[in-house]
C-alpha cells in the first residue's frame, strides 16, 4: 500500500513541476542569475508549495501515525553540523549548474531523457559513494 500511496504522489510531484515548468533547467538557473535575467517564478511555487505543507504539518501533528506506514520518517535531529553544510553547499552548487534537482531529474526523464538520464545517473552514483563512505 505504502508503494501505491508512494507512487501516486511522486506522480502528483512529478505532473506538479512538469506543469510549473519547474522540470526545465532554464527555468531554475534563471531563477538563480539574480544579477542577469533574473526569473522569479521558482520563488511563487515554491511559496506554493509550502501553503499545503503547512497545513501537512498540523495534521501530522494530530496523526499518531501515518496512513500507510508504522511511523512517521522525520529527521531525529535539529543540529547544523559540518557534513550537512557541505552537502547543502554540494547540492547547492549541483543545482546551480544543472538547474535540476532530483524531483525535476526524475520528472524530466519523461520530458526531455538525455540530460535527465545524465543527471539521475550522477544522483544515483552520489547516492552509491555516500553509502560506501558511511
Do not use: E
Not at 18 to 38: C, Q
Not at 103 to 115: D, K, M, Q, R, V
Amino acid at each position: 500500500m505504502s508503494l501505491v500511496i508512494g507512487l501516486i504522489a511522486g506522480m502528483l510531484f512529478g505532473g506538479g513541476l512538469a506543469y510549473s515548468g519547474m522540470a526545465d533547467p532554464a527555468r531554475v538557473r534563471g531563477f538563480l542569475d539574480i544579477f542577469g535575467h533574473w526569473d522569479p517564478t521558482l520563488a511563487f511555487v515554491m511559496f506554493g508549495a509550502l501553503l499545503p505543507m503547512a497545513g501537512a504539518w498540523q495534521i501530522q501533528k494530530l496523526m499518531k501515525r501515518p496512513f500507510a506506514d508504522v511511523q512517521f520518517s522525520l529527521p531525529d535531529t535539529k543540529k547544523i553540523d559540518r557534513k550537512l553544510v557541505i552537502g547543502a553547499i554540494l547540492f547547492g552548487a549541483g543545482w546551480g549548474i544543472s538547474g535540476l534537482c532530483p524531483g525535476p531529474g526524475f520528472a524530466g526523464i519523461a520530458l526531455n531523457p538525455a540530460p535527465a538520464l545524465t543527471f539521475v545517473a550522477a544522483l544515483l552514483l552520489g547516492m552509491v559513494a555516500h553509502k560506501f563512505s558511511t
